[in-house]
């Protein structure tokens, strides 16, 4: 019944783009004893009730009570083998988000987990907090912090201190630079906190994103995409936009600039830390071969000025996945506006994201005693990927 109604839940808000993009974002459903959360891999749009991971409850509260190693990568890995050590029978290969922690702390039976645009806006600004506590006496705000225990830690603090304080449970939770937690006993209160959220928000919004599409010579793009194609080690497909909004944040580097620093780790993990800038068509592969060079990478976006945006993926599907999170992060942008512009992530933040992958460290802690196996380079990030 309950895992019938979270499935619903995740159906909703999963197939929107307002609220959930890239498969990204994750919700659950708990009894007294046992947590059902969204497995990585599945998609909140299309997750069945054998898409969620059972977890003893009591297994999770236990993870509280350890103390883990000082070191970061060392202790990531640890508290990731409990976490997966409190999986129930038969879950064995299923793997659940690291988000899983944070589910576990709300009391009530619902948790929907989702980094909306317009919401982002906020988290994304240099206003946010305050903004936040006037718009929403009653949330909670947690500042940027590294994902994964670290973040539990904190937001296990900040959902005690704010129930002892208020006597109440806490049931929206925002974090910055990153989305929204929101908590609700059934479905009905779950639609009501988030319209009543959003609806904040849309009358919050002074500034819109102009997504108005402009006509463009085709021939020239399909040229310039060629160009950009030949850049490459491997295939790769590209998906050129153009919009009035692109075409303001294309006519100069300093309109661009704002787009050069991450807003959340979305971005980073879809799109690379820095996108590229080209001032001309002209030596498109010596401006590429310098970028690489310099970012240690291939651009995943390409802004060409006064021309417009191209985002580059390993598949049709993938380079449209890498246009809409761009285009995620430039209504992000113009949102953010709205609540005293934009904070980026913090330069810290930006290299802990780009580099948390499953990798050396965690490869050799011997996870496999208890019958785990890690993919190198999978993302711990909220994503199924
Ligand atoms: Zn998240």
Redesign the pocket.
């Known amino acids: 019944m309950g895992l019938d109604i979270i499935r619903e839940i995740s159906h909703k808000y999963g197939s929107n783009p307002n609220y959930v993009l890239a498969g ?3 919700t659950s459903y708990k009894d007294e004893h046992f947590l059902y959360i969204k497995g990585s891999g599945t998609s909140l749009a299309t997750i069945e009730n054998n898409g969620f991971v059972k977890m003893s409850r009591k297994s999770l509260d236990k993870i509280w009570e350890k103390t883990y190693s000082k070191e970061q990568d060392k202790r990531e890995a640890e508290v990731l083998a409990d976490m997966m050590g409190a999986k129930c029978k038969g879950e064995e290969a299923k793997r659940p988000s690291v ?1 899983t922690l944070l589910h576990n702390l709300f009391i009530q039976p619902y948790v929907l ?3 909306p645009t317009m919401v982002n806006g906020l988290t994304c600004s240099n206003g946010g907090k305050d903004t936040m506590e006037k718009m929403f006496p009653n949330a909670i705000w947690v500042e940027e912090t590294e ?1 994964g225990y670290t973040l539990a830690v904190k937001c296990r603090e900040r959902i005690g201190e704010y129930e002892k304080r208020t006597n109440t449970r806490a049931n929206l939770l925002f ?1 910055q630079n ?2 929204v937690f929101f908590a609700a006993d059934n479905a009905m209160q779950m639609d009501i906190l988030v319209d009543e959220v959003m609806d904040k928000f849309k009358k919050s919004i002074t500034t819109l994103p102009d997504l108005q599409k402009i006509d463009f010579d085709v021939n020239k793009i399909e040229k310039i995409a060629s160009k950009i194609k030949e850049c490459y080690e491997k295939d790769v497909y590209v998906k050129f936009t153009i919009n009035k909004e692109v075409e303001r944040l294309c006519s100069s580097y300093d309109s661009f600039e704002i787009l050069t620093r991450p807003m959340s ?1 979305d971005h980073i993990v879809y799109c690379k830390a820095v996108p590229m800038f080209l001032e001309s068509i002209d030596n498109i592969t010596g401006q590429y071969k310098k970028f690489v060079n310099e970012n240690k990478y291939e651009p995943k976006i390409i802004f060409i000025k006064n021309i417009g945006m191209f985002a580059i993926g390993k598949s049709e599907k993938d380079s449209l996945v890498v246009s809409d999170v761009w285009m995620d992060a430039v209504k992000i942008s113009v949102y953010a506006q709205s609540f005293g512009g934009v904070r980026h992530m913090a330069p810290d933040m930006v290299d802990f994201i780009a580099n948390w992958e499953v990798e050396s460290y965690r490869s050799k802690v011997n996870l496999n005693q208890k019958g785990l196996k890690y993919e190198k380079n999978s993302k711990l ?2 994503k199924s990927r």
Request: net charge negative.
């Open positions: 990204g974002g994750n988000e987990h989702v980094h994902p974090l990153h989305g780790p990030y909220c």
